[in-house]
């Protein structure tokens, strides 16, 4: 298995509070993507990253944003989270560009 | 902005039947990827194709890339109650542009 971790894998939080979930790496992969998934939506890009500090967004970016200052660590920052952001958040990486994903476990994020 | 469209969405069959699940696009990709999806875990790869026409087993799965790499189809034979999950196709061009998903195929195998 791929050395991927997420963390919190569960979190409850209030309207208006900043988020940040972490994406924890041991491949030494260059890419690492944030996705979410919900019901009839399917999995959707939020941000992505090709490297250090290299970062663009993906379909559903707005409200969030994303850091990357060392490889192995990818944060995903809700500034002020909304219960629209309530979700099933993934982290994933992969090693080359034609190379598959490598999908954490997921956070299970509740906005109320 | 390019497009995977996956049907059936929803499948709920009886253990021993065949299935075919199919993703759909009017795009071309250089390759495209199946993922299965078990409650609670991130998706795992099962295969990749990449020439158009190519098949590719996977036991009881069988994997086809359609001729002009605009679409896929997953058909699994006899089907049991381990296959249940959802599965996702995945297209990808080149370089840094990251993988398209189509919103997957959510399989019920009944015992």
């Known amino acids: 298995d791929a050395g991927i971790t997420q963390s919190p894998r569960h979190k409850v939080t209030e309207t208006g509070t900043p988020v940040t979930l972490r994406c924890h790496q041991t491949?030494?992969?260059?890419?690492m993507y944030w996705y979410r998934q919900d019901p009839g939506h399917g999995l959707r890009l939020i941000h992505y990253?090709?490297?250090?500090?290299?970062?663009d967004k993906g379909e559903v970016s707005d409200g969030y944003s994303v850091s990357r200052s060392k490889t192995e660590d990818f944060l995903l920052t809700l500034e002020s989270a909304t219960s629209s952001q309530t979700s099933v958040y993934f982290c994933?990486?992969?090693?080359?560009?034609?190379?598959?994903?490598?999908f954490g476990s997921g956070t299970q994020l509740s906005v109320l | 902005t390019q497009l995977l469209e996956q049907s059936p969405q929803f499948l709920s069959i009886q253990e021993g039947e065949n299935l075919t699940v199919y993703c759909n696009s009017s795009?071309?990709?250089?390759?495209l990827q199946w993922y299965r999806q078990e409650p609670g875990e991130g998706p795992v790869l099962l295969v990749t194709v990449v020439t158009g026409g190519e098949v590719k087993k996977l036991k009881r799965l069988t994997f086809q890339f359609g001729d002009a790499r605009k679409d896929s189809s997953l058909h699994i034979t006899a089907a049991q109650p381990g296959d249940t999950g959802l599965y996702l196709c995945a297209g990808f061009n080149s370089g840094n542009t990251p993988l398209v998903f189509g919103k997957g195929t959510r399989l019920s195998v009944i015992a």
């Open positions: 990253s090709y490297g250090v500090k290299d970062t």
């Open positions: 994933a990486i992969k090693g080359t560009t034609n190379e598959k994903l490598f």
């Open positions: 795009s071309v990709f250089s390759s």
């Open positions: 491949e030494n992969h260059r890419y």
